[in-house]
C-alpha cells in the first residue's frame, strides 16, 4: 500500500509562487510514475504533469513554462513548483503516483490564487 501525503498549498496573489510536496510511503515510489492533478469546483479533476522513475517530465500545455515538476528519491518525494499563477490556478491539487493499473492518490491541498 502507498500513502501520499500533500503540503505546501495556501493563497497567494496572482502572479505569484508556492510550491507542492508529496511524501510517499514504502519502496516503491521508485517505480512509479508521479503526477500532480488539481480540480476546480464544479469542474473535472485533470491532469497536469508526471514524471517518470527516469526524472522525465511530462505536462499539459496549459501548465507549461509555468510549473515544474520534479522527484527526489532519496526523500520519496514529488515536487510541483508553481510560477506566474493566475486565479484560474485555484483548484485543489492531487499527487497521484502510478503503477501500471494501480493509482494512488493523496488527499488534496487547496491552492487559491488572488486577483
Known amino acids: 500500500q502507498v500513502q501520499l501525503v500533500e503540503s505546501g498549498g495556501g493563497l497567494v496573489q496572482a502572479g505569484g509562487s508556492l510550491s507542492l510536496s508529496c511524501a510517499a510511503s514504502?519502496?516503491?515510489?521508485?517505480?512509479?510514475?508521479m503526477g500532480w492533478y488539481r480540480q476546480a469546483p464544479g469542474k473535472q479533476r485533470e491532469f497536469l504533469a508526471d514524471?517518470?522513475?527516469?526524472?522525465?517530465?511530462n505536462y499539459v500545455d496549459s501548465v507549461k513554462g509555468r510549473f515544474t515538476i520534479s522527484r527526489d528519491g532519496a526523500k520519496n518525494t514529488v515536487y510541483l513548483q508553481m510560477n506566474s499563477l493566475k486565479p484560474e490556478d485555484t483548484a485543489v491539487y492531487y499527487c497521484?503516483?502510478?503503477?501500471?493499473?494501480?493509482?494512488?492518490w493523496g488527499q488534496g491541498t487547496q491552492v487559491t490564487v488572488s486577483s
Open positions: 497521484n503516483g502510478r503503477l501500471g493499473a494501480r493509482n494512488y
Open positions: 514504502g519502496s516503491i515510489f521508485r517505480i512509479l510514475v
Open positions: 514524471i517518470n522513475s527516469g526524472g522525465s517530465p
